[in-house]
Each structure stands twice: as structure tokens, then as C-alpha cells.
């Protein structure tokens, strides 16, 4: 069955830093894995928050608003998608996963459309 | 349940509730269908006789029964065929008996640590020991509508979230292994002191940890922990009778009349730990275990070997640092130095959040000022502990302790 990986960080080293080029190398790394396992089937990173937009439409009426939903200490860095046997070998790939040491990983089952 | 049939059933609820789990593939159903035919045999046995291999039996009517719950919801079709796709070992067969690995595997999945310990605590109770739901909520002064939405969201995370029902590879199972032994462990805690409401003690919950404690040993035989764990369970279970006085009210270990502990589960305990040290794997529950012996064994408070409680203690804090065990050694380091060496090291620690919680801690410190005559500070303890969490014996106690000064050669709660 399919499990999606929220993976949640509290911040994102800036882009040509040594850190942000070591994120590269783990994250990297942990997508080979998955993939020569043979479960994964999607993973992105996502633009950082502050290009985010929140949507909510309230009496018909759309309201945007500048950034996440919520305010919150770890934010939603990136996402992977994976088929897996179970959920053990689902949560053995989000405990391999970096973010789950920087911050956390969701791990949600996908519902059969 | 105090039926001696309805108690015959629960013996049977485990092995088969794990089979027909293995054979749906749904804890639900598994679990509905076998207290459809649980409902069947309480009507039928009185006056039919009990069947010659009554869990076979069971599991048979139990298979029916899920079948005609399947075809009444009519929308689990493949079930249907799953169902009666296997071979139907059960229902014919008189020498038939369940497979272990379906009870491990039953016990594991509703001890999976994507679970919470409290959910994880509650399916247990209902789905491996066969408690009603209205027993579990009663075992834990919870509303049993409170209770029922646990089981239901667990049961719906099982399924959704693809928990499977099956006997993880040996690298996993230490790791699941020791979720299970510690909601057996935890059943048991709240069962020997409760953590709240009219008695003290709750013996369902203990009944119920002493036979999850075996089965557990019995379906791992090659872990030590396991068979620590029933050793810990036994060894202070033993001491259940003399735990409470006649009215009820909190009799400390010192004080208890050790002619009523249980000698039978005593010597079982003592047998269950010696092999499980043998295997040279100790772990926290064989160091707990042994504790308990040491207390259990001694013929007389006075002839309590506290120097060797100590130093478990000492050892166990090696292996999982946790401020009630540091408290404990405390406890031991004053039975054996003396009352200001004890106190120094509870001092030490009391001032952790966590554990300033811990009503025994404040206890253990009231008895230990007392016997330093430090009257005015042993009162101002009491009255911490009197305002946490405790049962109604616990803080009767501590009331006639307030009351009357009385002096004892120690406080040491009784504790597993």
C-alpha cells in the first residue's frame, strides 16, 4: 500500500552553504536507498514557506493568505511518496529518512481512490 | 465475569481470537465473531455439554458466525472469500490446537508501538484478555464511551494504516517485544496500585497481567525479558493478600503479615528467574524481578538484604535512567546506611519536576525526616503527597499518618 512521508523541518540552511550542500548529499542518499528498495514512487522538496499561499474559501468567497496554514516551529520541507508491504517497512523508511532527525516525518497512510 | 463458564471462555479468548484474526485478516471481526460464538456457547453448553476440544469449537462456530456478519454487511465480499478459502483446520477436528505464532502475532499487533500506550493498553485488555468494553473502562475509572472511541480509532488505525497481523522478522522483535511487555508491565502497575478511585488494589488488572506475563513467556521462550517480566509480575503479585487490611486501608511492606504472601507463586517466580538469569542477558525487568525477590524471600522486614537492592537499583538505573528508580534506591541506601544517607540522595533528586509528582517519593522522604525527628518538615512531605494523584487507601493512610505520628522502621512502598 501507498504512504506518503511529510517530512517537517524547522529551517532550511541558505542555498551554496556547506550545510545546504551536506542536506543535498543525506537527502540524496536516502532517495537511492528507496529507490534500489523499490518503493519509492514520488519525492520532492517544496519551495520553502515563504512562497507559500494558503487558500480558504469562507461564504463562497476565496481568502488568500501569505504563507502556511500554521504557524508552527517545524514546516513542511518536502514529501515522498511510497509503496510499501506494511507499516513497519513504511516507518523503517521515514526513521532512514534526515528529516526525521532534524525535525519529523509524517507518515500517512494513502487512501485507494 | 464470575461464571465458571464465562471464565472457561476468556481461557479460550486469546488463541482464538488470534486465529480467526488470521484468517480474516480484520481484529474486528475477528473479535466480534468470536464473542458471537462465545454468546452461543454460554447458551448452548449449560444444557448440551461442553464440546471435547472447546476452542476448536469455537474457532469453528466463531468462522460461521463471521460469515454471516459478512454476508449481513454485504460489502466485504473478498473477506467472504478469504474467509472460507482456507482450509478448515478448526471446526472438524478434535486434536486441533492454535498456532503460537497467532497468538504472538495477536499480541504484537495490538501492542504496536504506532500506537499509544493507552490504546494499546485498552486492545489488549479487550482483544487479547477478552475484557468487555464496559470491564476496561471500569478497570481504569474511564467512561466506557470514552473506551469504546479508543477501541474503534485503534482498530480503524490498524486497518487503515496497514498495521499487519504477523510475527515481525527476528531483527524486529526485540523492538515489538518490548512495546508488549510494557503494556503487560503497565497493566500490572495499575493494577497492583492504582493510580486513583476506591481500592488500592485492582485484582482483574493483576489477574489479567499474571496471564499476559505467562503467555508471553511461553510464546518467546528465548527471551529472557519476557520471562523477567512474569518473574516480576509473580514475585509481587505474591504479596497481593497482605497488601490491604481488612478494612481496606494500606498496609505497608514492612508491615504486612508475610505468613499471607503467596509461597506457591513466590517459589514460581524465584524458578521463572534463576532460568532467565541463566541465559546472561540480563535486562530492567530481571533486575526488577530480582528486587522483588529480595523483598519476597526475606523471611522478615529485618532480614531484608538492602546493600543487594541497593545495588540493583544501581544497576538497574544503568539501563533505563528513571527518577522513581533513583527514589527507590534512596529508599534502600537508608535501610542500609541509615535514614540521613538516604535522605541526602532523595534530596538530590527532588527537586526534578517529574518526579516531585511521585507521591512515594514525598512519602519515603516524610518517613525518613520522621526518623531523622524532623517532625515539622515530615508533615510539610505528607501534605505534598496528599495533594497528587493517589487512591482512596493511599490517602486515607497518609491522613492517619498526618494525624497521629506513627513511627515504623520504614516507609518503603510497596511497589513493583
Redesign the interface.
Known amino acids: 500500500?501507498k504512504?506518503m512521508l511529510l517530512l517537517r523541518v524547522p529551517q532550511r540552511p541558505a542555498e551554496g552553504t556547506p550545510e545546504w550542500d551536506q542536506m543535498g548529499v543525506e537527502f540524496g542518499a536516502a532517495k537511492q536507498a528507496m529507490e534500489s528498495a523499490g518503493v519509492l514512487v514520488d519525492c520532492a522538496p517544496l519551495a520553502w514557506t515563504d512562497s507559500a499561499t494558503t487558500v480558504r474559501v469562507r461564504d463562497g468567497q476565496t481568502l488568500l493568505t501569505d504563507g502556511p496554514a500554521a504557524e508552527i516551529k517545524e514546516h513542511l520541507g518536502g514529501y515522498t511518496i511510497l509503496d510499501?508491504?506494511?507499516?513497519?517497512e513504511?516507518?523503517k523508511w521515514a526513521a532512514a529518512n534526515p528529516a526525521a532527525v532534524t525535525g519529523s516525518v509524517e507518515?500517512r497512510?494513502i487512501?485507494a481512490p | 465475569m464470575t461464571d465458571p463458564l464465562a471464565q472457561a471462555l476468556r481461557s479460550h479468548w486469546w488463541p482464538a481470537v488470534a486465529t480467526l484474526t488470521r484468517l480474516l485478516g480484520d481484529l474486528d471481526l475477528a473479535e466480534e465473531a468470536v464473542q458471537d460464538a462465545c454468546a452461543v456457547a454460554l447458551a448452548r453448553w449449560p444444557a448440551a455439554g461442553v464440546p471435547a476440544n472447546p476452542l476448536a469449537w469455537l474457532v469453528g462456530t466463531a468462522r460461521h458466525k463471521a460469515t454471516d456478519r459478512i454476508r449481513r454487511e454485504a460489502v466485504r465480499a473478498q473477506k467472504e472469500a478469504a474467509a472460507m478459502a482456507q482450509p478448515d483446520r478448526a471446526a472438524d477436528q478434535p486434536h486441533w490446537a492454535p498456532a503460537g505464532d497467532d497468538e504472538l502475532g495477536l499480541i504484537l499487533l495490538c501492542c504496536?508501538p504506532?500506537l499509544d500506550i493507552e490504546v494499546r493498553v485498552a486492545l489488549t485488555l479487550r482483544c487479547v484478555c477478552g475484557l468487555s468494553t464496559s470491564e476496561v473502562a471500569a478497570a481504569f475509572l474511564l467512561a466506557e464511551a470514552t473506551v469504546a472511541q479508543r477501541l474503534v480509532r485503534a482498530k480503524r488505525k490498524i486497518r487503515?494504516?496497514?498495521?499487519?497481523f504477523?510475527v515481525?522478522p527476528p531483527d524486529?522483535l526485540p523492538a515489538r517485544l518490548a512495546a508488549a511487555l510494557r503494556v503487560v508491565y503497565l497493566v500490572f502497575t495499575e493494577g497492583h496500585t492504582a493510580s486513583g478511585g476506591a481500592r488500592l488494589v485492582r485484582d482483574e488488572l493483576c489477574d489479567q497481567a499474571v496471564r499476559l506475563a505467562r503467555g508471553l513467556a511461553r510464546l518467546v521462550p528465548g527471551e529472557p525479558e519476557a520471562a523477567g517480566l512474569l518473574a516480576l509480575v509473580l514475585l509481587t503479585d505474591a504479596r497481593r493478600p497482605s497488601r490491604v487490611d481488612g478494612r481496606g486501608r494500606l498496609v505497608l511492606l514492612a508491615d504486612q503479615d508475610r505468613s499471607r504472601w503467596d509461597q506457591a507463586r513466590i517459589a514460581e517466580g524465584d524458578r521463572v528467574l534463576q532460568a532467565a538469569l541463566r541465559a546472561g542477558r540480563p535486562g530492567p525487568y530481571q533486575i526488577q524481578a530480582a528486587i522483588a525477590a529480595c523483598h519476597s524471600t526475606a523471611a522478615t522486614a529485618q532480614e531484608t538484604d538492602w546493600p543487594q537492592i541497593a545495588g540493583l537499583y544501581a544497576e538497574l538505573l544503568r539501563y533505563e535512567w528513571n527518577p522513581v528508580h533513583l527514589a527507590n534506591r534512596a529508599v534502600a541506601v537508608a535501610m542500609a546506611e541509615g535514614p540521613a544517607a538516604g535522605l541526602s540522595l532523595l534530596d538530590s533528586v527532588a527537586a526534578q519536576p517529574q518526579l516531585s509528582r511521585w507521591p512515594q517519593l514525598h512519602i519515603a522522604r516524610a518517613d525518613l525526616l520522621t526518623r531523622l525527628d524532623r517532625p515539622a518538615e515530615a508533615r510539610a512531605a505528607y501534605r505534598a503527597a496528599l495533594e497528587l494523584n493517589l487512591s482512596e487507601p493511599e490517602r486515607e493512610f497518609l491522613e492517619r499518618r498526618l494525624g497521629a505520628r506513627v513511627d515504623t522502621p520504614s516507609a518503603q512502598p510497596d511497589q513493583p
Not at chain 2, 487503515?160 to 499487519?164: E, T
Open positions: 500500500m504512504y510499501c508491504a506494511d507499516l513497519d513504511a516507518l507518515v497512510p487512501l | 504496536h504506532a487503515q494504516a496497514g498495521i499487519r504477523t515481525p524486529d
